[in-house]
């Protein structure tokens, strides 16, 4: 088993890429429902590798179940899916930085996205096709980060971004642990609120009201995950809810189920049996 939850970028790629995660487990052994894992919105856009064994995405509240494709582009997952990895499971994830998916697509509008996610294959050929033979015919990790990287750069160079205030603007609600009234965001991204409403919708594909409980409700879904022993109440205090009830009604919503079933399903996922 190989866990390598937090990859830095190199230099060039910092203002455009967060981290990236590479989880590889042998599932060969493990029981009936142990392959699958939660995945409640949270606000990252991603693009994820599956260079192994083929990875099913199930739709929670309706079981609908798709075959995803070797690569995915995720823009704007607004409600829960389920994980099945396969028997020889290897994800490699490259988080990005808020916004920056809507450049990367050549001002593709986030909201196409109609909250599914999308065969990097069919956006990006046939560089991505290429890229996913070579990352399935590599057994050296750290070569495999650097695939990605120089895939990464080639399509940056290719392209002509031109950040504006709202990129920023948008990096900033995801960062800030504190609420941020969206009057002084959309003044900072030098647009009127409509205007930035509309702007943010195309890049992060949700409304920025949504953007900011989404990524609430995730940094208390990932402190609990990370700090079992605390309590709710505390969870609530430290991520700015404002009281207990508000919290068990995002996780309800989010999760799908009630705050310490999803934690139980989440503990008993792959990625925490196996690297436990």
């Known amino acids: 088993m190989v866990f390598m939850p937090f990859i830095k970028p190199r230099h060039q790629l910092v203002p455009y890429v967060n981290n990236y995660l590479l989880f590889h487990v042998n599932l060969r052994h493990a029981l009936h429902g142990q392959q699958i894992k939660p995945v409640p919105p949270d606000a990252t856009q991603s693009l994820f590798f599956y260079p192994r064994s083929e990875v099913k995405t199930i739709v929670n509240g309706t079981g ?34 808020p916004g920056f998916l809507f450049h990367l697509l050549d001002r593709m509008p986030i909201s196409q996205f109609q909250h599914k996610e999308i065969s990097a294959e069919f956006l990006s050929p046939p560089e991505i096709k290429n890229l996913n033979q070579r990352l399935a015919e590599s057994t050296d990790y750290r070569q495999m980060i650097v695939l990605i990287e120089e895939y990464l750069l080639a399509r940056i160079a290719s392209l002509k971004i031109n950040a504006r205030p709202i990129d920023k603007a948008i990096v900033f609600l995801k960062e800030s642990k504190a609420p941020v ?18 702007a943010f919708f195309e890049r992060v594909g949700m409304s920025p009201k949504f953007f900011a409980r989404i990524n609430r409700f995730d940094h208390a879904f990932k402190m609990k995950a990370a700090q079992p022993h605390l309590n709710w109440l505390a969870i609530a205090a430290e991520c700015n809810y404002y009281d207990l009830s ?4 995002d996780f309800k919503q989010f999760g799908e189920v009630t705050p310490s079933l999803l934690m139980a399903q989440e503990k008993a996922s792959p990625d925490r049996l196996f690297t436990a």
């Not at 995803?68 to 930085?97: K, M, Y």
């Not at 508000?246 to 009604?249: D, G, K, S, V």
Request: proline share 7%; glycine share 4%.
């Open 64 to 97: 609908e179940t798709r075959a995803a494709p070797p690569s995915i582009f995720v823009g704007n997952q607004t409600s829960r899916i389920n994980i099945e990895f396969g028997i020889d499971h290897l994800i490699i994830q490259v988080c990005f930085r």
């Open 181 to 198: 009234p969206l009057d002084w965001l959309a003044s900072e991204a030098c647009l009127s609120p409509r205007q930035f409403e509309r």
């Open 246 to 249: 508000h919290l068990m009604r």
